[in-house]
């Protein structure tokens, strides 16, 4: 079955350094990508998103690449907050439908 | 334009009872979905709704599991005879159409004594 993985699941960065999220899927047919942040006791929230026809995309801040060669997402975050802090999660679908798959997250710990 | 609204935030119930959970989606949202998230997990796809319709509820246990999304008001997750093994967060997401983003709520939290 599909399933999406993350490879570190607790990243500690100092403030203002770059933090880098890795995350790994399997399904061959996703083509919409996803970065959601969670902070504790919320629901997750829209970072940015990439589509397969595209393996570059940047945000104010926050930057995602898609390498579908070897299924693999990550997200940069530029200069990273202590407000950065959170758990980070990649989810992929396909145009089957709206479904998003999950992966576990990432912990993002950011030292002042 | 409020977003995504879940109530109960927090909700708890004994083994045997029932939990309903209420999300209201998005202004102009007719796409509701249920996602799971166990402490220090992801989240785990549940159900997708329409209108009057399930159009995808691969992730919804077999039993005591039922979602709804009416004509006229809140999209509604019902837990009968609960067990400890349901507590979790539960979050619902809408989305205006088909694909793309999805708006999340804050989540509704069930805690099973």
């Known amino acids: 079955g599909e399933s999406v993985g993350l490879h570190l699941p607790t990243l500690s960065v100092q403030e203002g350094d770059n933090s880098i999220i890795n995350c790994a899927y399997s399904n061959s047919a996703s083509d919409y990508f996803i970065w959601y942040k969670q902070e504790s006791g919320k629901g997750p929230q829209f970072i940015i998103d990439?589509?397969?026809?595209?393996d570059k995309r940047q945000g104010q801040r926050v930057t995602v690449l898609l390498n579908k060669t070897v299924k693999h997402l990550s997200l940069q975050i530029a200069a990273t907050q202590p407000g950065d802090s959170a758990v980070y999660f990649c989810?992929?679908?396909?145009?089957?439908?709206?479904?998003?798959?999950f992966g576990g997250g990432t912990r993002l710990m950011v030292k002042p | 334009n409020a977003g995504v609204m879940q109530n109960p935030r927090h909700l708890v119930r004994r083994r045997g009872q029932e939990a309903r959970l209420r999300c209201s989606p998005m202004?102009?949202?007719?796409?509701v979905y249920w996602y799971r998230q166990l402490p220090e997990e992801g989240l785990k796809f549940m159900v997708y709704l329409q209108k009057e319709n399930i159009i995808d509820e691969s992730g919804m246990p077999k039993e005591r599991f039922s979602a709804e999304f009416p004509k006229e008001g809140p999209s509604i997750l019902r837990i009968q005879q609960v067990v400890r093994g349901d507590s979790a967060a539960y979050f619902c997401?809408?989305?205006?159409?088909?694909?793309?983003?999805?708006?999340f709520g804050e989540g509704s939290r069930l805690t099973v004594l």
């Open positions: 989810a992929t679908s396909n145009n089957a439908g709206n479904m998003l798959t």
């Open positions: 990439i589509r397969s026809n595209m």
């Open positions: 997401a809408s989305s205006p159409a088909g694909t793309g983003e999805l708006f």
């Open positions: 202004k102009g949202h007719s796409h």
